[in-house]
């Protein structure tokens, strides 16, 4: 069962350093692992950055690449969770036409099943917004791409933990 892989969601909190993420990311290369999704973020403490990479590997992997993580010096602490131990989400963003938001009750109700929130419409486009599930983005960007979708982003994925991480004391302590 150690050999079975599965995603995992690894939160790095760092110091914010140039050079850093080329030094992680050389971390999966060597191991020829590819990073689903990654994100950047501030943190809960001040001066400290939050990363979250998206991998699918072994446990015994993780845990060598968390160790690894963990030696570069401007790593406060790394961490590994699996899709059970968080809650995550995905956002994205799509530009269409605007005359199909006036001109097509599919559009509208396809808007309206996904709990998509149009952001911005103009003369030429609208823009509609998405957080959810990988499998919900996924989902409504099949069901818009055949009105012609003029420009599609999505994020990588964000999560928090379930359980409380005991990390607030050491940052707090790091902050100090």
């Known amino acids: 069962m ?16 140039v050079g850093l993420l080329n030094r992680i990311s050389a971390i999966f290369q060597r191991r020829k692992i590819n990073i689903e999704s990654i994100n950047s973020s501030v943190s809960e403490i001040d001066g400290v ?4 990479i998206i991998v699918e590997v072994s446990k015994e992997q993780i845990r060598k690449i ?14 590994y969770h699996t899709d059970e131990e968080t809650i995550y ?14 001109e097509d009750l599919q559009i509208q109700n396809i808007i309206k099943k ?3 929130r149009i952001v911005m419409v103009n003369q030429e486009f609208f823009v509609l917004e998405k957080s959810g599930r990988k499998s919900e983005v996924e989902l409504l960007y099949h069901e818009l791409k055949p009105f012609g979708i003029m420009q599609f982003v999505r994020s990588g994925r964000i999560a928090v933990t379930k359980d409380q991480l005991k990390i607030s004391t050491l940052l707090e302590a790091f902050n100090a």
């Open 89 to 102: 989400q995905e956002s994205c963003l799509f530009k269409i036409k605007s005359d199909l938001l006036f």
């Open 114 to 116: 996904s709990h998509a």
């Open 49 to 52: 950055s939050r990363w979250s």
């Open 66 to 79: 968390i160790g690894q993580i963990e030696k570069q010096v401007e790593v406060i602490r790394a961490f």
């Open 2 to 17: 150690e050999n079975k892989k599965q995603l995992y969601t690894v939160s790095i909190y760092t110091e914010n350093n």
